[in-house]
């Protein structure tokens, strides 16, 4: 690129201007070999109008001056109107290609990776969400039978762990018990306002505050009672039609629960009384219309067998004192097909005694 022959006759600040200008209208992707040549071209500028001056002062007041000083604005003007000119004709991305665009600037769009991972993180919250909702309606459900069964209980959640680990599973077969001088259970069993219960694994009997039992100087309150068939327990090596388990607790979240057996006979008022009030739909707590007679529920000899266990369902949380009724009481075989209609099979397997003491009453 030439010097601009006008050079001389501008103060060096407005040739930076003017180079500002000229550079204005270059692209943004202007090429390097284009601007080291404009640099080059002002340096050049630079010295000629040096050289310029240094000659004007040493030469003679008697030379004449030139006739015509050409306008500098008006060779500015022609030379931006041959770069504008040259730029509608040139190749698009040349070196020496200029053009005139506007210097707002653009929207900055978000780069693709980054929006990419951010719709990955937006959709991993919203599968997050889905998975959660899917979760709970999938949550894994225990039953007696199959996938789901007694053997598989302990790696259905880590919370039923001590379904497969624990040493003192319940239920057992009560064999070899120490007969002792054991005290009585003092049954304080009120008549109770109560409502039945189809919870999925069986039927049961929830009840209003003020039941208890007192065993070993402890009182443990009565919360629900339900139902087994067959009997989970069993005596001798001999099990029974059904069997019915009141669970208590005390202040500190102690369990006790009393085992009835039932074997086949007369029917059982209290049990009736129950069946009458069954819920129509799984899942909703029927209220009866009158209250039950607990004590009513057992039988006339209370003596009794003890053991150390745990409860029969996930998740078989062990601590639990086990009172099983030494004599059963009877369902008539209507009354057994009931509840036989409805869980025709809801009773744990046997669970090994691991050398566990079982007392029982004289």
């Known amino acids: 690129m030439t010097p601009l022959p ?113 719709g990955h993180k937006a959709g991993g919250k919203a599968a997050s969400g889905q998975g959660a909702k899917g979760a709970a309606a999938h949550a894994p459900h225990w039953d007696y039978q199959g996938g789901s069964g007694p053997e598989a209980w302990g790696a259905l959640k880590p919370e039923f762990s001590l379904c497969t680990t624990g040493q003192r599973q319940s239920p057992i077969d009560i064999r070899g018990g120490f007969a002792v001088d054991l005290e009585p259970v003092n049954f304080d069993y009120q008549a109770s306002r109560f409502a039945v219960l189809d919870n999925g694994h069986t039927v049961q009997v929830e009840l209003a505050k003020g039941n208890a039992i007192e065993v070993g100087g402890k009182r443990f309150e009565l919360q629900q009672f339900h139902f087994h068939r067959p009997s989970e327990e069993r005596i001798d090596g001999r099990q029974f039609e059904m069997s019915l388990h009141l669970v208590h607790k005390d202040e500190h979240g102690r369990l006790a629960v009393v085992a009835l057996l039932f074997d086949k006979g007369p029917a059982h008022p209290v049990l009736q009384q129950v069946w009458n009030n069954l819920p129509l739909e799984r899942g909703e707590a029927a209220p009866a219309r009158a209250p039950l007679e607990l004590s009513a529920l057992l039988p006339v000899d209370r003596r009794y067998y003890t053991y150390m266990g745990s409860l029969t369902t996930p998740p078989c949380s062990e601590g639990v004192q086990w009172i099983v009724m030494r004599h059963p009481v009877t369902l008539a075989p209507e009354q057994i097909e009931i509840f036989a209609r409805i869980y025709p099979m809801n009773a744990r397997p046997l669970q090994s005694a691991s050398g566990r003491r079982i007392l029982q009453s004289q």
Do not use: I, N
């Open 6 to 118: 006008f050079a001389r006759h501008f103060p060096a600040h407005v040739l930076v201007l003017l180079a500002g200008l000229l550079l204005s209208f270059a692209p943004a992707q202007a090429s390097e070999p284009a601007a080291q040549g404009l640099a080059k071209a002002m340096k050049s500028t630079r010295a000629e109008k040096v050289s310029v001056v240094a000659k004007d002062k040493v030469k003679p007041e008697a030379e004449a001056a030139p006739a015509t000083v050409p306008d500098p604005l008006e060779h500015l003007r022609q030379r931006l109107a041959e770069r504008l000119s040259a730029a509608r004709t040139s190749v698009a991305g040349g070196p020496y290609d200029v053009r005139v665009s506007a210097r707002s600037p653009a929207p900055v769009a978000a780069p693709a990776k980054q929006g990419a991972a951010a």
